[in-house]
Each structure stands twice: as structure tokens, then as C-alpha cells.
């Protein structure tokens, strides 16, 4: 007989004993093996997913970033070239203006000093003809040129006009300060403030004694001069005699035309640097005129 | 000469008796019960696995396979009993390469015992997944005329797979003993490795037609 029927109960009994210790130690070990690796790996494969998708988005979005920025960048660099472009036409405009300014206010300075200049040697010219004409006409005073002198002073007191005789006449007797209104009629005579209560003529040179007898007989003649006459030498009326009373003066003297000569001069120079001179201009060098 | 393990007895008390086929079952028992232990005691859940893990991830994975191909979706359920039919037959007849071993699958009575297994296991399944109703009523189809020819086939069918597997396991060693008798060197190796190719595919034709039977009775359609 083949069959050992105690034996194949227990082979059953073993084979069943069997299947448990494997389901224990092999089969179920090993599924729950497998099934993590298949957890891990499709876990990790839907973290690549997740990963795939975030990269796919976050490259989206920075492509749309990128765009907008190159669409920003594009519009504020034209904005900024057409803002320098409108600045640089400003800068050039002001800098033209600034320039114009400049030109013009040199251009002024330039010609103010030209003016200052040729003033000043106008000025210097005008100084040196009248100290040289000074200087000529002293030294060429002479007695026949001093006698002229006294007869024109004669005549200039003769052809006094008769406002200005009374004038006089009236200072040599109240002895009163007049005011100087006939200094205006003719440069010839003048009114000084003087508080001498004789007449004093002055003269450059020495008055001989006829010449003195004839000029004191002409001012009793014509002014009705009754006080003292006092004669005194003054040598820078040049070539020249003056009356001097009472704040009043007659006088006939190369100085006194020069003196006028030179007043007409500065006047008109005078004019022509106020018609010169404008606002904003630069200073100029003040030369003063020569003073003798 | 002996036919069959069982007649090499060890130790008799009784009508218990320690026969080989007892002893070498126990001895494989324990081999494959501690080599599992051993190699699952530190699995590795990551892409980097021993070379015995992975080899025992392959047996499972092709045993799982298999039952699914047969056509039990639910191949968790019948893996320790399908698997552990086709373990058991491939590691007995592989250890016959070990000199003085005898296959328990060669004795008529551990194949017996294994169709018995089997003879019982379907009609478990068949009504855990078809209920008791369902089950007897796949005895009556096609034709409740079938009814007796399905018993028969159910109990001849047992006796085929227990004596198939007989047959071929202790035809496999009385080859070999014979032929080491006759021409003791070179065609015993040529035999044996033969007889290691026959014992693996008996191994797997048995679990594999436990499994078809076992689908047989749980998808309802009948035994056959």
C-alpha cells in the first residue's frame, strides 16, 4: 500500500502548518514590501507631478513677468529717450539763452568800458590841453597882455547890463548877500559869498598904480563905489583880473574861460555816459577827470 | 529498493511513526520558514534591495501574477495556499540535488495529502465567494443530468493531481537511482537536471491547476 494514511494526515497537517509560517514569514512581508515601494514611488511620482505642475505654472508666470517687463521696459526707455530729448532741447535752449546773455551782457560790458576808456582820455586829453594852455597863457602874461587885461575888465564892467549894475550897485552899498541869479546871464560874472565890506580886486600880476587909479575911477563911475578900493595879487586867476564885494564879483579871466570851456566839456561828457550806461551793466573804470 | 520515503522509518510508536517524508517535510519546513524570516527581517521599502529580497519579490510577484492570470482578481486571498502548493513542490524537488534526500512529494501520501488539501480548499472558496447556494448550484449546470459526472470529476480530478505528481516525482528519483545503477557517471548528472526541470514544472503545473479549480469554483462556472 502505497498510501500511509497516519503519514498523510500529517503531511496535510504540515502543508497546512506550512502555509501559515509562509503567509507569516515570506508572503505577507513581501506584499507589504512591494505595496510601500509602490506607495513610495507613486508618491513620489505625484510629488514629481505636483513639482512638474508648480514648475510649469511658476515658468508660466515668469514668462508672463518677463513679457510685462520687457513691455514696460520697452515703453519707459522711449518715455525716458523722449524726456532726455525734450530736456536736451531745453538745456540747449537755455544754453543758447544764457549764451545770448552773455554775448550781449559782454558785449555791453565791452563797449562801456570802450566808452569809460575813450571818456577818460577824452577826459585826460581835455585836462592836458588846458594845463598846457595854462601854462602857455602864464607864461606868456606879459605888462601889454596885462594891460589888455585891464582894459577889457574896463569894458566888461563899462557894458554891464543895467539889472546888473543895480545889483551890484545895491551889494556895494547894503553890503548884503545877493542871491546869484545874475550868474546866469553871462559867464563873465559871478557872485561868490564874501563878507569883505571893501572892494577887493584881484589880479594875477602886480597892478601898476595908473592901472589901479583907472579901475577904481571906472568902478566909481559905473557903480558908485564909495568905499576903499584894495587890490591884491592872486596868480591863479592867469592872466585874468576879478572884482570881489560883498559876495559879488566881476571878472575878466583866461581862467574863467578855460573854467567854462571845461564845465561845457564835462557836460557833454557827461551826457554821453548817461546816454551810454544802461542797467545790469558790469562796472567800468572810473578814471576821474584831471583837476587842475 | 523502496518505492516511496515513507518506508524509511525512523522511529514507530504505535500507528505513529516518523517516516522520512515526515522528517525531510519538517526539514523543509524549517528551511523555508527561517531563510523567509532571515530575509525579510530587514526589507527595504526603497529602490535599493538585497539580492535574496529581490529574488523572493520575483516568486511572489510571478505567483501573484499568475493567480490574477488564471483569473482570480482577488490573488492576496488565494496566495498563501497557491503559492506556498507551488514553494513546497519546487523546494522538493530542488533539494534533491542534495545527496541522500528524498523528495516527500515522491511518497503517494504527501501528494495525497496535498490533493486532499486542494479537494477541500475549492468547495472553502468556491462558497466564501459564491455562498453555499451558489456553489451546490454550479454542480447542477450546465444540466442538473451533470450533477453526478460533476461529483466524479470532482474526486477523479483530486486523484489525477495527487498521483501526477507522485508519478512524476518518484519516477524522477527511481530513474536516477536506476541509472546510477547501470551507468554510474555521466547520465545520472544529465537525469538529474532533468528531473529538477521535471520537478519544477510539476510544481507548477499543480499550482496552477489547484488555481484554475479554485477559479473554477469561485467564479461559478461550474467544476470540470
Not at chain 2, 449546470?141 to 508519478?167: D, H, K
Request: hydrophobic share 45%.
Amino acid at each position: 500500500m502505497l498510501i500511509d494514511w497516519f503519514t498523510v494526515v500529517a503531511q496535510a497537517v504540515n502543508f497546512l502548518v506550512l502555509v501559515w509560517l509562509l503567509k507569516r514569514f515570506f508572503y505577507q512581508p513581501i506584499l507589504n514590501a512591494l505595496d510601500a515601494r509602490e506607495r513610495r514611488i507613486a508618491a513620489e511620482l505625484a510629488d514629481a507631478d505636483a513639482k512638474k505642475m508648480a514648475a510649469e505654472k511658476e515658468r508660466n508666470e515668469f514668462q508672463h513677468k518677463n513679457d510685462e517687463f520687457d513691455r514696460q521696459r520697452t515703453a519707459l526707455l522711449s518715455k525716458a529717450s523722449g524726456e532726455a530729448q525734450a530736456e536736451r532741447q531745453r538745456l540747449l535752449a537755455v544754453a543758447q539763452n544764457d549764451f545770448d546773455n552773455l554775448r550781449a551782457s559782454r558785449e555791453k560790458a565791452l563797449s562801456r568800458e570802450y566808452r569809460s576808456l575813450s571818456e577818460a582820455l577824452t577826459r585826460k586829453t581835455c585836462a592836458e590841453v588846458f594845463a598846457i594852455a595854462r601854462k602857455v597863457l602864464t607864461d606868456l602874461a606879459s605888462t601889454t597882455l596885462e594891460a589888455h587885461v585891464v582894459e577889457a575888465f574896463i569894458r566888461r564892467v563899462r557894458e554891464l547890463g543895467d539889472d546888473e549894475k543895480a545889483q551890484l550897485a545895491s551889494a556895494f552899498q547894503s553890503g548884503t548877500v545877493s542871491t546869484p541869479a545874475a550868474s546866469t546871464a553871462t559867464p563873465m560874472l559871478a557872485t561868490v559869498t564874501a563878507v569883505a565890506e571893501e572892494v577887493l580886486v584881484r589880479s594875477a600880476f602886480e597892478l601898476s598904480v595908473a592901472q589901479q587909479n583907472a579901475i577904481a575911477a571906472v568902478l566909481k563911475e559905473m557903480l558908485g563905489v564909495k568905499s576903499s578900493v584894495r587890490f591884491a595879487v592872486e596868480p591863479e586867476l592867469v592872466s585874468g583880473i576879478e572884482l570881489v564885494t560883498n559876495g559879488h564879483k566881476v571878472a575878466w579871466s583866461i581862467e574863467n574861460h578855460l573854467a567854462s570851456l571845461e564845465k561845457e566839456i564835462g557836460k557833454l561828457l557827461e551826457n554821453q555816459t548817461e546816454y551810454g550806461s544802461g542797467p545790469g551793466s558790469a562796472p567800468t573804470v572810473e578814471i576821474p577827470p584831471e583837476s587842475r | 529498493m523502496h518505492l516511496s520515503p515513507d518506508d524509511i522509518i525512523f522511529w514507530e510508536y504505535g500507528f505513529i511513526k516518523l517516516n522520512a517524508t515526515i522528517v525531510y517535510t519538517w526539514g523543509l519546513m524549517f528551511v523555508l520558514a527561517a531563510g523567509s524570516k532571515a530575509i525579510t527581517r530587514k526589507l527595504s521599502v526603497g529602490l535599493e534591495r538585497a539580492r535574496w529580497q529581490n529574488l523572493l519579490e520575483i516568486i511572489v510577484s510571478a505567483i501573484k501574477k499568475q493567480i490574477e492570470e488564471v483569473g482570480l482578481r482577488q490573488s492576496r486571498t488565494y496566495l498563501g495556499f497557491v503559492g506556498t502548493l507551488f514553494v513546497f513542490v519546487a523546494t522538493a524537488s530542488l533539494f534533491t540535488v542534495i545527496p541522500g534526500y528524498e523528495p516527500p512529494t515522491g511518497s503517494l501520501s504527501t501528494t495525497t495529502a496535498l490533493a486532499i488539501c486542494v479537494f477541500i480548499a475549492v468547495p472553502l472558496y468556491g462558497i466564501k465567494e459564491q455562498g453555499l447556494g451558489g456553489y451546490l448550484r454550479s454542480y447542477l449546470e450546465p444540466t442538473p443530468l451533470m450533477l453526478p459526472f460533476n461529483i466524479i470529476g470532482e474526486f477523479s480530478r483530486t486523484l489525477a493531481l495527487a498521483v501526477r505528481l507522485f508519478g512524476n516525482m518518484m519516477s524522477g528519483t527511481m530513474i536516477l537511482a536506476i541509472l546510477l545503477s547501470i551507468t554510474p557517471f555521466f547520465f545520472p548528472i544529465v537525469m538529474s537536471a532533468l528531473g529538477l526541470l521535471t520537478g519544477m514544472v510539476q510544481a507548477y503545473i499543480f499550482s496552477i491547476l489547484a488555481t484554475v479549480y479554485i477559479a473554477a469554483a469561485a467564479s461559478g462556472h461550474g467544476g470540470g
